[in-house]
């Protein structure tokens, strides 16, 4: 399984000579980067995910909507049917006398007389926003989403690919800098940052093509 940490690792060990994001003061600079290829592949292809509301759980008011829930793209009951859903604030009774309740956001079905669970909801998944909100966090949990979170194997390619051309852009341009500085015949051989930058439009229209199949968009 690959999490943005292995696909991070896997990356760097690509170069034989890694200048840009190493140092005292650029810790954040390589995961900053991997978190921008997921995003770009989230935006461009999509993360597909998938939650069930169980007979239970729809009795007791569904289920609590997913962290990285970003946008409903169907819902079906037991015999593939669509279903309507509706997403509300629940409200949490305290568990302690006097402390005020809370409320948190559920996902429900709201099915026919004829409708049955198990319910399925498919939706577009946010991946990047909660590894960029930890990544700027000044306390992050351990261990930390950037080393748990499983990227779908259909899209670690290509954001591998995205990563690589993200760090090779500006490694490129210091590569030739650092080369001509010391007059070095080395600087010629390195691969410019305008041949990469077409490589990376290039990589943007694969992932446009590689966009995850859902059903069509059905209303709350």
Not at 36 to 53: N, P
Not at 93 to 98: N, Q, S
Not at 160 to 167: S, V
């Amino acid at each position: 399984m690959a999490t943005p940490a292995t696909i991070l690792e896997a990356v760097k060990r690509q170069f034989p000579i890694l200048l840009h994001g190493v140092g005292e003061g650029a810790e954040n600079i390589l995961p900053e980067l991997t978190i921008d290829a997921i995003r770009e592949y989230q935006d461009r292809a999509g993360f597909s995910g998938e939650l069930v509301i169980t007979a239970d759980q729809q009795a007791a008011g569904g289920v609590p909507l997913p962290a990285d829930w970003l946008e409903k793209t169907g819902a079906e009951d037991a015999g593939n049917t669509f279903v309507m859903t509706e997403v509300y604030d629940k409200v949490i009774p305290a568990l302690v006398a006097g402390d005020p309740d809370t409320s948190m956001t559920y996902i429900k079905a709201v099915p026919d007389r004829y409708q049955r669970a198990p319910f399925k909801v498919t939706y577009w998944r946010d991946v990047a926003t909660s590894l960029q909100d930890e990544l700027d966090a000044e306390t992050k949990p351990d261990p930390t989403a950037f080393e748990t979170v499983v990227i779908p194997s259909n899209a670690v390619t290509l954001i591998k690919k995205y990563l690589y051309l993200l760090i090779a852009i500006p490694n490129s341009e210091r590569l030739i800098a650092a080369y001509r500085g010391a007059d070095h015949p080395a600087a010629e051989n390195v691969v410019t940052a305008d041949v990469l930058m077409e490589r990376k439009t290039t990589l943007e229209l694969e992932m446009d093509e590689q966009q995850d199949f859902l059903p069509p968009m059905m209303s709350m």
